[in-house]
């Protein structure tokens, strides 16, 4: 059956939308398939050939050859195979050309609807592997709308036809956090789900990542793995805590991080809107890694109980209240 008309479609998408014809042909197939099976009970076996130059599709029915006909929609028995070819064997199948009313029938009542569908999978095929390959690191978007009832932001993340849209949810954003129609902030790709209506796309401005990949973009000790970041502790929008480890002798981790005139830290402070980013060596020893992580309070002894997993604390009376931080921070 002559099919320029689907042929033309899909070259038209592929050229557009980027979504290549032999993916969206197979949909098709699959599609007509299954619809013929459907309206032809018993039957199991039918393919369809594609011919590309002549832009011509042809449906068949396969039946397999057997000793005994059990089932004669998809079964023909050794001796009729042969009145059709002296070569068909015992196994083999025959193939039984679908017309091309029929045929033609079956297209025209499924070939828009699974155009349709198989466009739909596609462009959510694309955008999550183009979404999928950007998880755990940062993307720059600029504000295109604030939802007045939710509190939800809209970023536009990209540029030009590339160009997509996110929601940077309530709970997502730093609270006290005023974004603003225009402003282009950064946010951490967390998750890239597949759903029934699409990819979800979770972003994220409290993520302790978001916090690490900015040390790695401001950080070339951090990026070229000098310097390591161990574990990092955060309370969005008021402090984090990080932890920084080198075993190269020759660098001071924590210098790294803050740079000269503390240019780095302070890059990043700006970034996060004046949270405030505590600095600390990471030290294999419990004892000594709590000490460093409760400072500036002056930390006397570090009694570590229940295989680790507990400590006692022991600091100056003044200093209970640095030690504890706000709120119980530390």
Request: negative net charge; proline residues 4%.
């Amino acid at each position: 059956m002559k099919c320029d008309e689907i042929f033309a479609a899909l070259a038209m998408l592929e050229k557009e939308r980027g979504i290549p014809q032999s993916f969206m042909m197979g949909k098709i197939i699959q599609a007509l398939t299954t619809a013929y099976k459907r309206d032809h009970e018993g039957v199991e076996y039918v393919v369809v050939d594609v011919d590309e130059e002549k832009k011509d599709l042809k449906m068949y029915v396969q039946k397999e050859i057997v000793e005994e006909v059990e089932n004669p929609a998809s079964q023909i028995s050794l001796e009729d195979a042969k009145r059709i070819s002296a070569k068909n064997e015992l196994g083999g199948m025959v193939n039984f050309p679908v017309e091309s009313v029929e045929f033609g029938r079956i297209a025209a009542g499924n070939g828009k609807q699974v155009i349709i569908q198989g466009l739909r999978e596609a462009e959510h095929g694309m955008i999550y592997d183009e979404w999928g390959s950007k998880q755990h690191e940062i993307l720059t978007g600029t504000v295109s709308r604030i939802d007045p009832r939710s509190g939800n932001v809209m970023l536009r993340i990209g540029t030009g036809a590339e160009a997509t849209d996110a929601v940077l949810t309530m709970n997502e954003q730093v609270p006290g956090e005023e974004l603003h129609e225009g402003q282009m902030v950064k946010v951490y790709l967390v998750e890239v789900r597949r759903s029934t209506r699409g990819p979800q796309v979770l972003i994220s401005r409290t993520h302790p990542g978001l916090v690490k990949r900015l040390f790695e973009l401001e950080v070339p000790e951090i990026y070229d793995g000098t310097v390591e970041v161990r574990s990092i502790a955060r309370e969005a929008g008021n402090r984090t805590k990080i932890a920084v480890w080198s075993d190269d002798p020759n660098v001071d981790p924590i210098g790294a991080c803050v740079g000269p005139r503390g240019q780095r830290v302070n890059a990043i402070v700006d970034e996060l809107r004046g949270e405030k980013i505590d600095i600390i060596k990471y030290s294999e020893d419990p004892a000594e890694f709590i000490a460093a992580a409760l400072a500036p309070a002056d930390v006397v002894s570090v009694q570590l109980a229940d295989e680790g997993k507990a400590c006692r604390v022991t600091v100056p009376a003044d200093q209970l209240s640095l030690a504890i931080g706000k709120e119980g921070q530390n």
